[in-house]
T-cell receptor
Framework: SQQGEEDPQALSIQEGENATMNCSYK?????LQWYRQNSGRGLVHLIL?????REKHSGRLRVTLDTSKKSSSLLITASRAADTASYFC?????????????FGQGTELSVKP | EAGVAQSPRYKIIEKRQSVAFWCNPI?????LYWYQQILGQGPKLLIQ????????DSQLPKDRFSAERLKGVDSTLKIQPAKLEDSAVYLC?????????????FGPGTRLTVL
């Protein structure tokens, strides 16, 4: 079963705009991760935020985590056409000792030049 | 550093046939995962290995799917017999040491079409 629910399912923006994607999950977690998947390729890890962290930055990426609401958001600033991809949140549940991730359904981002 | 290798990249078979996928993880990575990703959905874990032992196969349809990890390195995933609903991308991922190095590294996947 899918742990994460992401919204929106699809997002279309112009180059230079910011893109925000949201993820909600159900169980308590050790950490939450965001991955990117370009068409026809495997997933690439973007950023990890631990359950005791509230915000994290990496380049143009900003991730927030609200464990009380069981939700996270990924903000991509100053988007580029190359950011066009599907974005997935994935959670590692707190009871899991083995690193297993449960992925959401994903947000399909289209950045138009 | 070489990434996770998978083959074949594409496979088309008819229902009730068998198929096998191969994965070579990043050198030294103890943990290996197989995921199934149906079009429009996120990846779903099928099986997790730690070295050559199975950690989690709770979502593996064991009546038709099997997997092994030879000598704790390469892994194969087999489907026999295939059904139409097995059409998906099969992703292999590896991880240095689960729980410590949390990032998983994914291969390009094998796209399976069952006709």
């Amino acid at each position: 079963s899918q742990q994460g629910e992401e919204d929106p399912q699809a997002l279309s923006i112009q180059e230079g705009e910011n893109a925000t994607m949201n993820c909600s999950y159900k169980t308590s977690i050790n950490n939450l991760q965001w991955y990117r998947q370009n068409s026809g390729r495997g997933l690439v890890h973007l950023i990890l935020i631990r359950s005791n962290e509230r915000e994290k930055h990496s380049g143009r990426l900003r991730v927030t985590l609200d464990t009380s609401k069981k939700s996270s958001s990924l903000l991509i600033t100053a988007s580029r056409a190359a950011d066009t991809a599907s974005y997935f949140c994935a959670t590692e549940a707190i009871y899991n000792q083995g690193g297993k991730l449960i992925f959401g359904q994903g947000t399909e981002l289209s950045v138009k030049p | 550093e070489a990434g996770v290798a998978q083959s074949p990249r594409y496979k088309i078979i008819e229902k009730r046939q068998s198929v096998a996928f191969w994965c070579n993880p990043i050198s030294g990575h103890a943990t290996l995962y197989w995921y199934q990703q149906i079009l429009g959905q996120g990846p779903k874990l099928l099986i997790q290995f730690q070295n050559n032992g199975v950690v989690d196969d709770s979502q593996l349809p064991k009546d038709r799917f099997s997997a092994e990890r030879l000598k704790g390195v390469d892994s194969t995933l087999k489907i026999q017999p295939a059904k139409l609903e097995d059409s998906a991308v099969y992703l292999c991922a590896s991880q240095g040491l689960a729980g410590i190095y949390n990032e998983q590294f994914f291969g390009p996947g094998t796209r399976l079409t069952v006709l």
